[in-house]
């Protein structure tokens, strides 16, 4: 089973909220993941925040999709590194 949810740009901002949420994240087998969706305009003013959060919640089996992104995906064009695995 895999969950998504979404969750302000101030959360994952937050050192002891992404600890907690890490903390809450089952360790079964059975457990697909968690998604966190990010709205696209708070993706951009943020993607080195937001790059640097994705790679850490990988080794939590958390994932950082970027939700609404709309007209501000041209700034994405050309970012070496893109670990957010989905842009809805």
């Known amino acids: 089973m895999e969950i998504a ?11 002891d909220s992404m600890k907690g949420l890490c903390r809450q ?9 968690l998604i966190i969706e990010v709205n696209g305009t708070d ?5 080195e925040l937001l ?8 080794f939590h089996n958390i994932a950082i999709a ?4 709309g007209a501000e995906w041209p700034a994405l064009i050309g970012l070496n590194d893109f670990p957010f695995p989905e842009v809805l």
């Not at 079964?28 to 993941?33: I, K, L, N, T």
């Not at 970027?66 to 992104?69: E, F, S």
Request: aromatic share 6%; glycine share 6%.
């Open 66 to 69: 970027i939700d609404d992104l």
């Open 43 to 47: 993706v951009i003013p943020n993607i």
């Open 25 to 33: 994240i089952p360790d079964h087998p059975a457990f697909g993941g």
């Open 51 to 58: 790059k640097e959060v994705a790679r850490e919640l990988r």
């Open 5 to 15: 949810i979404n969750l302000p740009i101030t959360f994952l901002q937050d050192p």
